[in-house]
């Protein structure tokens, strides 16, 4: 995290897997920074498409009356320390975190998640991810050090080993569980760096239909209508 933070390292792409029959269980803090791009005020949430969950509890989007499933920053990176340390010490056990549960019954491969709060400035930087619904009964494991992917303490999954990067690894099939072989993963996931608003790609601003629209926003795909409302 020091070298991502300082330009040393590029931020990878987060990639969770799981096997079809598992429950994904996720804890949420945020150590986000309230800054002008976010007009002061950061929150996030992780939304998952495909997999079943409770849509109130699970959704990781602020809508209607669900209940809140997004977090305000509760943690700062502490340079000195080399560690997240709580916000405040006022926060102390009560750091505002979210839990979230996901099902995974279908062996979907690739499922998109992303932040559902503030995406308009989270998502230009990266603040989305994968996960990989596996066979039941996968094991994963680094494809150059041979060992364990992931780090996991009483069957609880708690990192990646040796802090390497998750897009890439081999996915060991147990066949008295499935039909299908072991195989070697790549995980793709790219981000264009287009704004979702303003001027690029797709517009997602509402305007009522028949009103002034003052400046045409400019559209780089000019077959792609404005939407209205
Ligand atoms: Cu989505």
Request: aromatic share 8%.
């Amino acid at each position: 995290m020091p070298d991502v933070l300082a330009g040393r390292k590029p931020a990878e792409p987060l990639v969770l897997r799981a096997n079809v029959g598992d429950v994904v269980g996720i804890t949420l803090r945020s150590a986000l920074v309230d800054q002008s791009e976010n007009k002061f005020y950061t929150k996030v949430g992780i939304h998952t498409h495909l997999v079943q969950y409770d849509v109130q509890s699970s959704d990781g989007a602020v809508g209607g009356l669900n209940y809140e499933t997004s977090v305000r920053p509760s943690l700062r990176w502490d340079a000195a320390a080399g560690k997240l340390v709580p916000l405040s010490d006022q926060i102390g056990e009560f750091e505002e975190q979210v839990h979230y549960r996901w099902w995974c019954d279908v062996e979907l491969g690739t499922v998109y998640f992303h932040d559902h709060s503030r995406l308009r400035e989270s998502l230009p930087h990266g603040l989305f991810g994968a996960t990989i619904v596996e066979p039941e009964g996968a094991n994963y494991t680094n494809p150059v050090t041979g060992k364990p992917l992931y780090h996991s303490r009483d069957g609880r999954v708690t990192g990646s080993v040796g802090g390497h990067g998750l897009a890439v690894a081999d996915i060991w099939v147990d066949k008295g569980n499935s039909t299908g072989r072991s195989f070697r993963e790549f995980v793709t996931l790219f981000d264009d760096s287009n704004q979702i608003h303003d001027k690029y790609t797709i517009n997602l601003r509402m305007r009522a239909a028949g009103a002034p629209s003052g400046k045409a926003p400019r559209q780089r795909d000019r077959t792609a209508p404005l939407r209205r409302s």
